[in-house]
């Protein structure tokens, strides 16, 4: 007799060594993440990645998404899908979360520059893999919001600030790895600038309305730049980039 639903996500929570607590949604997660699991897999022609890192994964399994998106939206925080959050802005598909994470090889002792900071699941999951987050989103009201809840949640190790992400954070440059959550039609020289060399940049980049590519950049010690190309997407603007 085939495994239940139920049971089959149990047994991933053992896998990824993560706890069933009744009540969080640690089965719904479980599901979610082998729903990203199976999608890795799908778009490995695009990616070049037929699979992910457990670390990633497992921090994925960890964050409990539902806590970050608006409350009429829970019962679909689990779904393999982008979401609505407030002033118009989205929380990625969990698959572009994990590619995004794993593309930019974070360490346990790196410190990662995000721009966009959303809702805080992006910062969230990075925090579970890296030293320190800094993370910087123009929306004032969505940037005093993810950082009470990421405070909430115990996440010591993300700093919020409201500003322009564009210009980075230079105050804590340079950085182990910078993720740029919003799609820009140039790569800002700044961000360039505070990234150490050979680390990466990880940035969708095309027209705000039209075909946008999610690319990895980096820079080596002697400022040679090199792109590489990995899944077509869609992002909202990264807010003021229009107007440069």
């Not at 992006?122 to 320190?132: D, K, N, P, R, Y």
Request: with cysteine.
């Amino acid at each position: 007799m085939p495994a239940s639903p139920l049971r089959y996500c149990a047994l991933l929570l053992l896998a990824l060594g993560l706890p069933a607590t009744a009540g969080d949604m640690a089965a719904e997660r479980a599901g979610m993440v082998e729903a990203v699991r199976t999608s890795v897999r799908e778009t490995a022609d695009y990616t070049g990645m037929a699979q992910l890192g457990e670390t990633v994964l497992g921090a994925l399994g960890r964050v409990p998404r539902h806590r970050f998106v608006p409350r009429e939206q829970e019962p679909a925080a689990y779904i393999n899908s982008a979401l609505p959050i407030a002033h118009g802005q989205t929380i990625s598909q969990p698959l572009i979360v994990a590619l995004m994470t794993e593309l930019l090889e974070p360490r346990p002792d790196s410190v990662i520059l995000e721009v966009g900071t959303g809702s805080g699941y992006q910062a969230a999951v990075l925090a579970e893999l890296v030293s320190h987050v800094y993370s910087v989103e123009i929306v004032p009201e969505l940037a005093r919001g993810a950082a009470s809840l990421l405070e909430e949640l115990g996440y010591d190790n993300i700093s919020v600030r409201a500003g322009d992400g564009y210009a980075g954070w230079p105050q804590h440059a340079p950085f182990d790895g910078i993720i740029v959550t919003a799609a820009t039609t140039e790569i800002p020289p700044p961000l360039l600038a505070q990234l150490k060399p050979g680390a990466k940049l990880v940035i969708p980049l095309g027209q705000h309305a039209g075909y946008q590519e999610l690319m990895v950049v980096e820079v080596d010690a002697d400022g040679e730049e090199t792109r590489r190309s990995v899944l077509p997407v869609r992002f909202v603007p990264l807010t003021g980039d229009a107007e440069r």
